[in-house]
């Protein structure tokens, strides 16, 4: 099974952690399952960039990104050349290191 490497992220990961997801899951839906309780203001659908993150090493296996998913990263906060939505970004069978960003573009957090 795939791991993914969190960097320390002060909110959602402080000490940054160590997780496997199997194949097929989406980097959000992994994060979320390991209690790394990642912003997903659309419910995953595509609709907003709150789960945007940023993949270190690994991103070449990751599906490719379709041009709704690009169109919606031009309007993510810490915008680089490895940013992908988590909601659509699926693991395949190489490990994984992304950097979750400081900031999004959510102004209205649940729960805060």
Do not use: F
């Amino acid at each position: 099974m795939p791991q993914i490497v969190v960097l320390p992220h002060a909110e959602y990961c402080p000490d940054g952690a160590v997780i496997e997801a199997p194949s097929g899951t989406s980097i959000c839906e992994a994060l979320l399952e390991n209690d790394i309780e990642i912003e997903h203001a659309c419910e995953m659908s595509c609709a907003c960039t709150t789960c945007h993150v940023i993949v270190r090493e690994g991103g070449d296996s990751l599906n490719e990104s379709d041009e709704l998913e690009d169109d919606l990263l031009d309007r993510a906060w810490g915008l680089c050349p490895q940013s992908r939505l988590s909601c659509q970004a699926i693991i395949a069978q190489k490990d994984l290191v992304i950097e979750i960003p400081k900031y999004s573009i959510n102004h209205a957090k649940e729960n805060h």
